[in-house]
């Protein structure tokens, strides 16, 4: 059986990590299940963790008032679910929801926060890993906002 | 058959008709002259409406089969929509084929990474017709496709029946979807990062919107695809089709005559280029 430490330093997020710092992280760390349906968490709530998903597929939802939630990205093994927890005010922007069982790294946000803060080469490392994850939604979301598959405005054949 | 053939449209007549999405249809000809000249997947052709206009056209059917043309329509202006309205036996011109099509020849031996964002999956059709008719001469193929919603998923019982092959992956995803889709959300650039491929052994074909295509383009670059070996269906706006007109020049390339496949090496620093 691996140990956390193991599983941690194993995922793509922290892949690459120095030893060291990918131990210190792991005093952070915990497994975590949620079952299908279950939320990981609710938009407005404190973001008190990062989940490394292990296995299986959170969905990222917008409440929209009238309507029912979008659905607006999905995350699978390997990705990292919560960035929130890192820029304040600490609140989640949407709501994040297990589709089938998933079994999760949850990594306690104020510990994280304390030892990036602690150790700026660890903070460095770690928002090396998380801005191009964020640089990549942004662009994605651009994309989604353009609607490319719509039909194209102004004179088409 | 004379150079001027290709400039009179043919009448032909509409033989089935079918409802793909609330605006989109599929339309079988007659093959007309353009039966004679056999098709590659990827190719066009140009369809006039008498009297309104004319389009360009891909073609969205197995090219190995002679007794019709198949092409895929969105009705999104005036001669689209009156084409995707055209009933079985209503006539319609024809002008084709045209281009330069997907590189099936090149491209055996290898695996193929087809990558198809909304309508772009109807010129992709052909060649994966041609890969399940030559199944011995390509490895893996893995479809990506990204559109819109659920609802939106084109040709969704094939994409089905695909799935089910063996070394044939089939990779869905859409930009928003309620809270009862069980499959991918997200756009379909952000698939290719996830996939386990040999991108020295693959050639990629994308087909979508060009926005769609550069992020595609970029993320294959990333997964170490060569530029040489992606290639992008441009859908930039073709008149004559014979690239007499300039209207679809790309640099120093015409889409209608030397595309609309392109080589991502070929078009790279020509994908800023704004379309009026």
Same mark, same amino acid.
């Given at each position: 059986?691996?140990? =956390?430490?193991?599983?941690?330093?194993?995922?793509?997020?922290?892949?690459?990590?120095?030893?060291?710092?990918?131990?210190?992280?792991?005093?952070?760390?915990?497994?975590?299940?949620?079952?299908?349906?279950?939320?990981?968490?609710?938009?407005?709530?404190?973001?008190?963790?990062?989940?490394?998903?292990?296995?299986?597929?959170?969905?990222?939802?917008?409440?929209?008032?009238?309507?029912?939630?979008?659905?607006?990205?999905?995350?699978?093994?390997?990705?990292?679910?919560? =960035?929130?927890?890192?820029?304040?005010?600490?609140?989640?922007?949407?709501?994040?929801?297990? =589709?089938?069982?998933?079994?999760?790294?949850?990594?306690?946000?104020?510990?994280?926060?304390?030892?990036?803060?602690?150790?700026?080469?660890?903070?460095?490392?770690?928002?090396?890993?998380?801005?191009?994850?964020?640089?990549?939604?942004?662009?994605?979301?651009?994309?989604?906002?353009?609607?490319?598959?719509?039909?194209?405005?102004?004179?088409?054949? | 058959?004379?150079?001027?053939?290709?400039?009179?449209?043919?009448?032909?007549?509409?033989?089935?008709?079918?409802?793909?999405?609330?605006?989109?249809?599929?339309?079988?000809?007659?093959?007309?002259?353009?039966? +004679?000249?056999?098709?590659?997947?990827?190719?066009?052709?140009?369809?006039?409406?008498?009297?309104?206009?004319?389009?360009?056209?891909?073609?969205?059917?197995?090219?190995?089969?002679?007794?019709?043309?198949?092409?895929?329509?969105?009705?999104?202006?005036?001669?689209?929509?009156?084409?995707?309205?055209?009933?079985?036996?209503?006539?319609?011109?024809?002008?084709?084929?045209?281009?330069?099509?997907?590189?099936?020849?090149?491209?055996?031996?290898?695996?193929?990474?087809?990558?198809?964002?909304?309508?772009?999956?109807?010129?992709?059709?052909?060649? =994966?017709?041609?890969?399940?008719?030559?199944?011995?001469?390509?490895?893996?193929?893995?479809?990506?496709?990204?559109?819109?919603?659920?609802?939106?998923?084109?040709?969704?019982?094939?994409?089905?029946?695909?799935?089910?092959?063996?070394?044939?992956?089939?990779?869905?995803?859409?930009?928003?979807? +309620?809270?009862?889709?069980?499959?991918?959300?997200?756009?379909?650039?952000?698939?290719?990062?996830?996939?386990?491929?040999?991108?020295?052994?693959?050639?990629?074909?994308?087909?979508?919107?060009?926005?769609?295509?550069?992020?595609?383009?970029?993320?294959?670059?990333?997964?170490?695809?060569?530029?040489?070996?992606?290639?992008?269906?441009?859908?930039?706006?073709?008149?004559?089709?014979?690239?007499?007109?300039?209207?679809?020049?790309?640099?120093?390339?015409?889409?209608?005559?030397?595309?609309?496949?392109?080589?991502?090496?070929?078009?790279?620093?020509?994908?800023?280029?704004?379309?009026?």
């Amino acid at each position: 059986m691996k140990s =956390i430490a193991q599983i941690v330093c194993e995922h793509p997020f922290f892949e690459g990590l120095d030893t060291e710092f990918c131990d210190l992280m792991c005093g952070c760390a915990r497994n975590v299940r949620f079952n299908a349906g279950e939320y990981l968490f609710h938009q407005g709530d404190d973001a008190d963790y990062l989940y490394l998903v292990r296995h299986g597929q959170v969905a990222l939802e917008l409440a929209v008032p009238g309507k029912a939630p979008v659905r607006f990205q999905t995350l699978h093994d390997g990705d990292v679910v919560g =960035i929130s927890w890192i820029l304040p005010p600490y609140h989640w922007a949407c709501d994040a929801r297990a =589709i089938g069982l998933t079994r999760a790294i949850a990594m306690d946000a104020h510990c994280l926060r304390n030892k990036c803060d602690q150790d700026p080469a660890l903070g460095y490392a770690v928002l090396n890993r998380l801005l191009p994850i964020l640089a990549g939604r942004l662009h994605a979301t651009q994309m989604q906002i353009l609607d490319v598959y719509g039909a194209p405005e102004g004179p088409a054949g | 058959m004379t150079s001027t053939d290709f400039w009179l449209p043919e009448p032909v007549r509409v033989l089935r008709r079918q409802q793909e999405l609330e605006t989109t249809w599929t339309l079988e000809l007659e093959p007309g002259k353009a039966g +004679g000249r056999p098709c590659i997947p990827g190719q066009f052709n140009m369809l006039y409406m008498f009297g309104v206009g004319e389009v360009p056209i891909s073609i969205s059917g197995d090219t190995s089969l002679a007794e019709s043309l198949v092409h895929t329509i969105r009705a999104v202006g005036p001669v689209s929509r009156q084409l995707a309205a055209l009933q079985p036996m209503a006539t319609v011109g024809l002008r084709g084929p045209f281009g330069v099509g997907w590189p099936m020849a090149a491209a055996e031996g290898s695996d193929l990474l087809l990558v198809a964002g909304g309508l772009g999956l109807a010129p992709l059709r052909p060649a =994966i017709y041609h890969v399940l008719n030559n199944r011995e001469r390509y490895g893996r193929v893995l479809l990506l496709y990204g559109t819109r919603s659920p609802e939106d998923i084109l040709f969704h019982d094939q994409l089905e029946e695909w799935s089910k092959l063996p070394d044939f992956e089939v990779h869905i995803t859409v930009d928003h979807a +309620g809270s009862d889709w069980q499959g991918k959300v997200g756009v379909v650039p952000a698939l290719v990062p996830t996939l386990a491929f040999d991108p020295e052994d693959t050639v990629a074909m994308v087909c979508g919107p060009e926005v769609m295509m550069r992020f595609t383009a970029s993320a294959l670059r990333g997964a170490g695809v060569e530029d040489d070996a992606i290639f992008l269906s441009m859908e930039r706006n073709m008149k004559c089709a014979l690239g007499h007109c300039g209207h679809c020049q790309f640099g120093a390339t015409f889409i209608c005559k030397d595309g609309p496949v392109l080589s991502f090496d070929r078009v790279r620093g020509l994908l800023s280029l704004k379309e009026f």
